[in-house]
């Protein structure tokens, strides 16, 4: 699952959401079949001097995942790309530092042709809306069309028409969105025991 689609689509409009227990919730969504790994791709947000808290809860999050047994996190990075400013009001054109998500595309894609050439699956659930991962999908379809695959748009309900990706229908791969209405019921508690030592605890902004 590509967590920075997923956030963006879903969870930042969401904030009581985002403490999701994904693997009890992809368990009760896959209900018919035996769901033993599910990779989280995402990268650490870099610390911004407004926001310096921002990366404590990204990481208290991953923390929390990390207790379960089925969740493999792999993470890309951020990398500083140069912007100008395009603006009319801009009395010249200033160029600025903005962070950017590296990698996580081709780790998705990389992973889905290692899984299907390796033979370590059956069914594939991809939960991105990124177009980027379409070609690695299509391989797959054509090397390996015993694999099932399925793809959940992260979507809210009302921004469904324009997240919709035909492309993937075409390759005869289910492509609909993201079911939303069971998300609360998989929620972490407020507390996670990451060990006998250590406890991580839900931001209080995710509340």
Same mark, same amino acid.
């Given at each position: 699952?590509?967590?920075?689609?997923?956030?963006?689509?879903?969870?930042?409009?969401?904030?009581?959401?985002?403490?999701?227990?994904?693997?009890?919730?992809?368990? /009760?969504? #896959?209900?018919?079949? %035996?769901?033993?790994? *599910?990779?989280?791709?995402?990268?650490?947000? &870099? @610390?911004?001097?407004?926001?310096?808290?921002?990366?404590?809860?990204?990481?208290?999050?991953?923390?929390?995942?990390?207790?379960?047994?089925?969740?493999?996190?792999?993470?890309?990075?951020?990398?500083?790309?140069?912007?100008?400013?395009?603006?009319?009001?801009?009395?010249?054109?200033?160029?600025?530092?903005?962070?950017?998500?590296?990698?996580?595309?081709?780790?998705?894609?990389?992973?889905?042709?290692?899984? /299907?050439? #390796?033979?370590?699956? %059956?069914?594939?659930? *991809?939960?991105?809306?990124?177009?980027?991962? &379409? @070609?690695?999908?299509?391989?797959?379809?054509?090397?390996?069309?015993?694999?099932?695959?399925?793809?959940?748009?992260?979507?809210?309900?009302?921004?469904?028409?324009?997240?919709?990706?035909?492309?993937?229908?075409?390759?005869?791969?289910?492509?609909?969105?993201?079911?939303?209405?069971?998300?609360?019921?998989?929620?972490?508690?407020?507390?996670?025991?990451?060990?006998?030592?250590?406890?991580?605890?839900?931001?209080?902004?995710?509340?």
């Amino acid at each position: 699952m590509d967590a920075f689609n997923w956030y963006f689509g879903i969870f930042q409009h969401r904030p009581a959401w985002k403490w999701l227990n994904v693997q009890s919730f992809f368990e /009760a969504l #896959r209900l018919d079949e %035996d769901v033993v790994a *599910i990779k989280f791709f995402t990268a650490l947000v &870099e @610390p911004v001097k407004h926001v310096s808290t921002r990366r404590d809860r990204q990481k208290r999050y991953l923390k929390a995942l990390g207790t379960l047994p089925k969740i493999k996190i792999i993470l890309g990075k951020y990398q500083e790309r140069t912007v100008t400013c395009q603006a009319r009001d801009c009395m010249r054109r200033l160029e600025y530092q903005v962070p950017e998500e590296k990698k996580t595309d081709v780790n998705i894609a990389v992973n889905l042709l290692e899984d /299907a050439f #390796r033979d370590l699956t %059956d069914s594939m659930v *991809i939960v991105s809306g990124d177009s980027d991962l &379409e @070609p690695a999908v299509e391989w797959v379809r054509r090397n390996h069309p015993q694999i099932k695959v399925t793809v959940y748009v992260p979507v809210l309900e009302d921004e469904r028409n324009q997240r919709r990706n035909d492309n993937y229908h075409r390759m005869g791969v289910t492509c609909k969105p993201l079911p939303l209405a069971d998300i609360p019921r998989h929620v972490f508690p407020a507390t996670v025991r990451v060990n006998e030592n250590e406890t991580v605890t839900r931001p209080v902004e995710w509340v």
